[in-house]
């Protein structure tokens, strides 16, 4: 069964900061890997979408890197701001069409 | 990018009573569409595969009886909490796949059952 580990469980920065969070899985046998943003109390929003056979996608201040055979991915924020405090949530498919394993997410804190 | 409607976004209601939540695709179609729920401080765990036109598959420990799912159309989706009581206090999210393996979800529903 596949688990989905999400390292640190909360962050405290201040502003400008770069900063990582860390996603691990237990099967590298996946499909594609997701990161999803989400503010208190509100949906979820996409952040980026890796399939398994790319190793990173960007998207803005936004770095997401896959590396399967060690079951890791990890999001970097570059110049971190006030508006980037949310969860972070990572998730993996194991097969087209099968539903997500989420992570159990990194809260941020951005300080100005 | 694709949209999905949820609502209503809260909804606070007498233990007993039931409960349904609407998830709208509203520029594609969704021909399986996944119902998530998360309790505070807590990621989200699925509850159940909503298929059109068939019957949702349920993961372990979620009754079936008590979070009936229909998916009678391509674009529309509910999931209604039959009997609530304060322990399914939660919020719910739902979930549609637009076809390339990207999922959008919907802004979620608060559920407080007093």
């Known amino acids: 069964k596949q688990e989905v580990t999400q390292i640190p469980a909360a962050l405290s920065v201040p502003e400008g900061e770069n900063l990582v969070l860390n996603c691990s899985f237990t099967d590298s046998a996946i499909y594609n890997l997701q990161w999803f943003r989400q503010d208190p109390g509100k949906g979820l929003t996409s952040l980026l979408l890796?399939?398994?056979?790319?190793r990173e996608q960007t998207s803005g201040r936004l770095n997401a890197s896959l590396d399967k055979s060690s079951g890791r991915s990890t999001l970097y924020i570059a110049a971190s701001q006030p508006g980037d405090s949310a969860t972070y949530l990572c998730a993996v498919k194991m097969g087209a069409g099968n539903m997500l394993t989420f992570g159990g997410g990194t809260r941020l804190m951005v300080k100005p | 990018g694709a949209v999905v409607s949820q609502h209503p976004s809260w909804v606070i209601c007498k233990s007993g009573t039931s409960v349904k939540i609407e998830c709208r695709s509203l520029?594609?179609?969704?021909?399986?569409m996944f119902w998530y729920r998360q309790f505070p401080k807590q990621s989200l765990m699925l509850m159940a595969t909503s298929n059109e036109g068939s019957k949702a598959t349920y993961e372990q420990g979620v009754e079936k009886d008590k979070f009936l799912i229909n998916h009678a159309s391509l674009t529309l989706s509910t999931l209604t909490v039959t009997s609530a009581h304060p322990e399914d206090s939660s919020f719910y999210i739902c979930s549609a796949n637009q076809g390339n393996e990207k999922l959008f979800f919907g802004s979620g529903t608060q559920l407080s059952v007093l």
């Open positions: 520029d594609f179609q969704a021909t399986t």
């Open positions: 890796i399939q398994s056979s790319q």
